[in-house]
C-alpha cells in the first residue's frame, strides 16, 4: 500500500514518505515489539487493527471525493475490500483458539 500512495502523491504533484523514518512517524497504529507476545495475542491484535483501519480509508475516501481524485478513490475501495476480508479471516482464526 505505501508504495502506491506513493506513486499516486506523486503523479498529483503532492509531497512523498521518503524514509522507513517518515513513514513511521506519520503512522497511526502502535508497533508492539514485545518479544513475548503470543500468537493468539498476535492474532488478536491483528484483528483489531484491521477492523479499524477502514475508518481511516473511508476517511480518505471521502476526500478523494472532495478533490474528484477518482484514481485514489479507486485504490482506497480495493484497499477497504482487502482489509475487510482480513478481518474475517482473522476473526475466524482468533475465534477457533
Not at 13 to 39: C, K, W, Y
Request: contains cysteine; charged residues 30%.
Amino acid at each position: 500500500m505505501t508504495d502506491d500512495i506513493v506513486e499516486r502523491a506523486r503523479k498529483i504533484g503532492g509531497t512523498t514518505l521518503r524514509s522507513m523514518g517518515d513513514i513511521s512517524r506519520h503512522q497511526r497504529f502502535t508497533d508492539n515489539d514485545d518479544e513475548s507476545v503470543a500468537p493468539t495475542g498476535m492474532l488478536a491484535e491483528l484483528k483489531v487493527d484491521n477492523q479499524t483501519l477502514p475508518r481511516y480509508f473511508r476517511s480518505a475516501h471521502e476526500l478523494c471525493e472532495k478533490y474528484e481524485d477518482v484514481a485514489t478513490a479507486s485504490l482506497i475501495e480495493v484497499w477497504i475490500g482487502q482489509t475487510e476480508r482480513r478481518t474475517w479471516f482473522l476473526s475466524e482464526v482468533v475465534q477457533d483458539l
